[in-house]
Nanobody
Framework: QVQLVESGGGLVQTGGSLRLSCTVS????????MAWFRRGLRNQREYVGQ???????HYVDSVKGRFTVSRDNAKKMVYLQMNALKPEDTAVYYC????????WGQGTQVTVSS
């Protein structure tokens, strides 16, 4: 069974940076488009960005130019580099396939103070 474990969250001030990691077990990442999602104060899980098997990326407008998704297929890891963080980025962050086909992990909390 596939298991996703997110890590790297924490408390950071506005303008700060964090790098989130997603460890995948039970499957390899070859050919899989991976994505990051978040659940914020509105308690709705929303899409943040994704990276295709070939390395193409796409982001929601609110994080373009600030967030970067990357991957290491050999290590079965997916990363989310977050720069210039804003209070509205406060959320629990999750990784999954782009179509959310795997069981959700516990997520990692990111809190941005003003």
């Amino acid at each position: 069974q596939v298991q996703l474990v997110e890590s790297g969250g924490g408390l950071v001030q506005t303008g700060g940076s964090l790098r989130l990691s997603c460890t995948v077990s039970g499957s390899n990442l070859y050919g899989v488009t991976m994505a990051w999602f978040r659940r914020g104060l509105r308690n709705q899980r929303e899409y943040v960005g994704q990276i295709s098997a070939g390395g193409s990326t796409h982001y929601v407008d609110s994080v373009k130019g600030r967030f970067t998704v990357s991957r290491d297929n050999a290590k079965k890891m997916v990363y989310l580099q977050m720069n210039a963080l804003k209070p509205e980025d406060t959320a629990v962050y999750y990784c999954n396939t782009a179509f959310s086909t795997w069981p959700w992990g516990q997520g990692t909390q990111v809190t941005v103070s003003s």
